[in-house]
């Protein structure tokens, strides 16, 4: 089984829009209700505590599962709010489950369960600040190639069109898990979560391997000598994307620099902002579509993708547009080239980062000391052979990519101490990651399958 998201923009009418609006809102009161009644006990007990009352005296403790949750709502739902069956049950579900798993997260960081940064106590959701949204798990939930069909809100049109998910759906080939309606950047999105059993051809050169260097000025260029260029639209969309910020930053903003201190925006900064917000939206999904061509198309071809370790997290503190926007897409490339070439039965390597494929010479492997970044063609001076300087770290990458195999076949005992991170996978591997909580897709509830599913695909 693996999991797959799908997403498309609506256009949803303004009678759709409202009701997908008030849903968002219904998600939202659940979740302040809930969060409400966990913070009100815990501050009781504690207050408690410090009057010396302990053990069973003290008030009882409520469950934070999204299961007691949810019993818990529906004993009181008719006087917190009557206005409850307007709604689907789902937008109250949506608020309690991200509840749930919120504080799952802080609880278990809390008590060192959790790997990462601490995760703060749950905050109340504002009206004015919560990006609104519904997850649809049960009940009539369906694609079609320019609609798509939810619970309550109906028959929505598609901004775009979904061909390719209903393709795959439509010979039971897929089965559609859940459908999530969210407002971002100025817009209404549906991601379907689909769990596919689709099966993916080996690569059509099985021997390949292939070097890809990624680039600013250019998306990619392969060992092979292939260019794949930025996306048409891409600086056009840039362009918008720096005057929009330059015209928000002459407004006044949430954050006052003299004082350093917060302050209400001018409505002018928040029309702005919103503005400044699609533009970035467009900027992304421009970069995005032509990064799943991209990757789709090497993981079908090549066994074997070689990439460099661009240390991403370092790099998007630079401060250039052009610079951070291609930093985001490097680590969006990586992580899909991982998964696409795991489900063609292909690898991926990732060379060391200190690995100088730049600066390196393909043809007689000299190390230059220096290569500024303004020079496009890459001269060898002990050799003597000119190549394109994209080509050139390409082909490097390529032969680093076959001594890595070399050593790998040689012994598998020396495979980790060269720093490759090597990944192979099966088709097990999971595209979307699931949020660590407390349901899952599947759990949640069951979907009616679309016209000619295969009953029930197996979960693992
Ligand atoms: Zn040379």
Known sequence: MTLLAYRFALDPTPAQERALRSHAGAARVAFNWGLARVKAVMDQRVAEATYGITGEDL???????????????????????????????????????????????????????????????????????????????????????????????????????????????????????????????????????????????????????????????????????????????????LGKVRRLSRTASRRQGPYDPPTRRRRSPSNRWRRAAAALGKAQGRVADVRKDSIHKLTTDIARTYATVVIEDLHVAGMVKNRRLARHVADASFAQIRRQLEYKTAWHGGTLIVADRWFASSKTCSECGAVRAKLTLSERTYVCGVCGSVADRDVNAALNLAQYGRNELKVAASGAETRNGRGADRKTGQARQVAVKRQPGTATAGQTGTVPQQRGTASEAAHS
């Open 59 to 237: 008030t009882p403790s409520i469950s934070w599962s999204l299961y007691s949750l949810r019993k818990d709502w529906n004993a009181v739902k008719d006087t917190v709010a009557p206005w409850w069956a307007e709604c689907s049950k789902e937008a109250f579900n949506t608020g309690l489950d991200a509840l749930a798993r919120a504080l799952k997260n802080w609880g278990e960081s809390r008590k060192g369960k959790r790997k990462g940064k601490p995760v703060a106590f749950p905050r109340f959701k504002s009206k004015h600040k919560a990006r609104p949204s519904i997850r649809f798990t049960t009940g009539a939930i369906r694609c079609e190639t320019r609609h798509a069909i939810l619970p309550r809100i109906g028959r929505v049109k598609l901004h775009e069109d979904a061909t390719g998910l209903v393709a795959d759906v439509e010979p039971g080939r897929s089965r559609v898990l859940s459908a999530t309606a969210r407002y971002e950047r100025g817009r209404w999105n549906a991601a379907f979560t689909v769990d596919t059993e689709v099966s993916r051809p080996a690569p059509s050169d099985p021997g390949a391997v292939v070097g890809v260097d990624l680039g600013i000025k250019t998306l990619a260029v392969l060992s092979d000598g292939t260019e794949i260029p930025n996306p048409r639209h891409l600086s056009t969309a």
